[in-house]
Nanobody, 126 residues
Framework: VQLQASGGGLVQPGGSLRLSCAASGSALDYGTITWFRQAPGKEREGVSGIRTPDRKTVYANSVKGRFTISRDRTTKIVYLRMNALQPEDTAVYYC????????????????????WGQGTLVTVSS
């Protein structure tokens, strides 16, 4: 399984970006797909996840109301739309997937994921 995260870049505070997560084969056809991020000197944290069977979504409190996760049913690409970006959102963003349909309390926990993309850097700075 290979995951490919893309869409990162440099954006000013208040700006927007859309990240994409694509995969080889059927990796994103089922299970749970989640975006994580890791800032320099900090632990990896869950940002937002989507559970494919019922399309339920979960967000970290720090991004609620600003980020939106979605999955294209045809292409199976998972997107993370990020609005109102702030300097504290600066990090390398990773997408990860597991074949399990995780319960809500587990979706943002990195230990539950077997497959990870290479990450895409998001820098929010003026």
């Amino acid at each position: 399984v290979q995951l490919q995260a893309s869409g990162g870049g440099l954006v000013q505070p208040g700006g927007s970006l859309r990240l994409s997560c694509a995969a080889s084969g059927s990796a994103l056809d089922y299970g749970t797909i989640t975006w994580f991020r890791q800032a320099p000197g900090k632990e990896r944290e869950g940002v937002s996840g989507i559970r494919t069977p019922d399309r339920k979504t979960v967000y970290a409190n720090s991004v609620k109301g600003r980020f939106t996760i979605s999955r294209d049913r045809t292409t199976k690409i998972v997107y993370l739309r990020m609005n109102a970006l702030q300097p504290e959102d600066t990090a390398v963003y990773y997408c990860a997937t597991t074949s399990a349909n995780l319960i809500f309390s587990a979706i943002l926990q990195p230990d539950h994921y077997q497959y990870w993309g290479q990450g895409t850097l998001v820098t929010v700075s003026s």
